[in-house]
């Protein structure tokens, strides 16, 4: 494992994930893209139910595509009709989150 091997390298990662909570392994879904992905890790959900099937997408409800890496992927509306991630559930009972370069945060 990367920590493992690499632990005095990444020491403040290391740390992290010893003293908070991490997954032991982790199995992409299809299709295995970036975003779908993504936020199938944090909702628990599958891509035929969040919307975000891939990382260019075409909304038609707002004249707007989706693109990875582009100017407005983080804009609230991509995001506000998709299952609430982990770190919102989180928020709501009152517990802190740290978000980092993640999309729809």
Do not use: C
């Not at 392994?25 to 599958?46: A, C, Q, R």
């Amino acid at each position: 494992d990367y920590l493992e091997r690499y632990a005095n390298k990444n020491g403040i990662l290391y740390q992290l994930a010893s003293k908070g909570s991490r997954a032991a392994w982790s199995e992409s879904i299809f299709p295995t893209n970036t975003y779908p992905n993504h936020w199938t890790l944090v909702t628990g959900v599958l891509p035929e139910y969040t919307g975000i099937i891939n990382n260019d997408v075409y909304e038609p409800t707002i004249d707007k595509r989706f693109r990875m890496n582009v100017d407005d992927e983080d804009h609230p509306n991509w995001f506000e009709n998709v299952v609430e991630p982990i770190w919102i559930t989180n928020a709501k009972k009152k517990h802190q989150s740290i978000v980092i370069d993640w999309p729809g945060k």
